[in-house]
């Protein structure tokens, strides 16, 4: 197990901004963090990286746990925050040197070459960071995080403010990198972490509501309802049909409308039977097929 938290519980004030959150990831894996804005991504990862104390549970890295006393973890984990906040006064190269001089890595330029390498700031290394594309300051970013070979990389919504073009160079570049190292990177984009990721752990509210592989979650086996897309040749009132047993919502997109189970079964039979009992015609009566937008707004919507 590389990266485990068990019952982590983070208050602000009041606020449970963590509310008893578990997951294990494993050496080598690939993991997409998924929430709406204010779901409590940064703080989890804050916690992770060993930036932000908590309340309740505990957290491992590679089977160490982490606490205050022990900052020696904290050469273990790579950590991109949120907004990559970096000293824009600084030439690149001269910014990745003095990362590199902080962990007291004694090979610093060659470290640094490397990283330039790796993440591709060949042509940029004698700019001020001021003057880089956010394509680029991205790169330092995630060079800065490289730097002292980490085993386990936290990446806070890595890709968020990049163009088309630079999204895509810095997904092949998380990519590639995850070839060798744990990685675990947040987004509030469903299809970023479709992208890059084959495991999501969704969180909504401070809990986690999902946890698996992309293709389980998308084949709605971790939602409790089904989603019915019925068509009726009149019209009819929401009320009517939330009066139809197991039915828990409806909403109406023209004349057509999107009927929510309020469990597990089928609800098709009884919205047929109702079409009868009320002289309606049903045109469609068909499942929604999930995909994993739908079943992210489903577990976030609440
Ligand atoms: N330093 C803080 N003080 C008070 N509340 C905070 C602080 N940091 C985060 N929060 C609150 O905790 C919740 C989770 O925030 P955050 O982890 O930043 O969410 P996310 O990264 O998923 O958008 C939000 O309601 C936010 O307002
Ligand atoms: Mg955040």
């Known amino acids: 197990m590389t990266v485990e938290t068990k019952n982590i519980t983070k208050l602000f004030g009041k606020q449970k901004a963590l509310n008893n959150v578990s997951f294990q990831i494993k050496k080598g894996e690939l993991v997409g963090f998924l929430g709406p804005n204010g779901a409590g991504k940064s703080t989890m990862m804050k916690i992770i990286t060993g930036y932000l104390p908590f309340d309740l549970g505990e957290v491992f890295i590679n089977n160490q746990k982490i606490s205050s006393e022990n900052i020696e973890i904290r050469k273990s984990i790579g950590y991109l925050p949120e907004q990559n906040p970096l000293y824009t006064d600084l030439y690149v190269k001269?910014?990745?040197?003095?990362?590199?001089?902080?962990?007291?890595?004694?090979?610093?330029?060659?470290?640094?070459?490397?990283?330039?390498?790796?993440?591709?700031?060949?042509?940029?290394?004698?700019?001020?960071?001021?003057?880089?594309?956010?394509?680029?300051?991205?790169?330092?970013?995630?060079?800065?995080?490289?730097?002292?070979?980490?085993?386990?990389?936290?990446?806070?919504?890595?890709?968020?403010?990049?163009?088309?073009?630079?999204?895509?160079?810095?997904?092949?570049?998380?990519?590639?990198?995850?070839?060798?190292?744990?990685?675990?990177?947040?987004?509030?984009?469903?299809?970023?972490?479709?992208?890059?990721?084959?495991?999501?752990?969704?969180?909504?509210?401070?809990?986690?509501?999902?946890?698996?592989?992309?293709?389980?979650?998308?084949?709605?086996?971790?939602?409790?309802?089904?989603?019915?897309?019925?068509?009726?040749?009149?019209?009819?009132?929401?009320?009517?049909?939330?009066?139809?047993?197991?039915?828990?919502?409806a909403t109406q997109l023209g004349n057509i409308w999107e009927i929510e189970s309020d469990n597990k079964q089928d609800i098709r039979p009884a919205i047929f039977q109702f079409a009868v009992e009320n002289k309606l015609i049903l045109l469609t009566l068909q499942e929604k097929q999930q995909n994993l937008e739908n079943v992210f707004h489903q577990l976030t919507q609440r």
């Open 94 to 249: 001269e910014f990745l040197e003095i990362t590199a001089g902080f962990y007291k890595l004694k090979n610093k330029k060659q470290r640094v070459a490397e990283m330039v390498g790796l993440t591709g700031l060949g042509d940029e290394q004698h700019k001020k960071i001021r003057a880089l594309s956010k394509g680029y300051r991205q790169r330092v970013g995630l060079a800065q995080a490289l730097i002292h070979d980490p085993s386990v990389l936290i990446l806070d919504e890595p890709t968020t403010g990049l163009d088309p073009n630079q999204l895509e160079e810095i997904r092949t570049l998380i990519r590639e990198i995850s070839k060798e190292k744990t990685v675990m990177l947040s987004s509030h984009i469903m299809q970023e972490v479709e992208a890059i990721c084959n495991r999501v752990i969704i969180i909504n509210k401070g809990e986690i509501v999902a946890d698996g592989r992309i293709e389980d979650i998308k084949s709605g086996s971790v939602i409790r309802s089904q989603v019915v897309v019925a068509e009726f040749s009149s019209t009819i009132n929401r009320e009517q049909l939330l009066s139809i047993e197991n039915i828990k919502n």
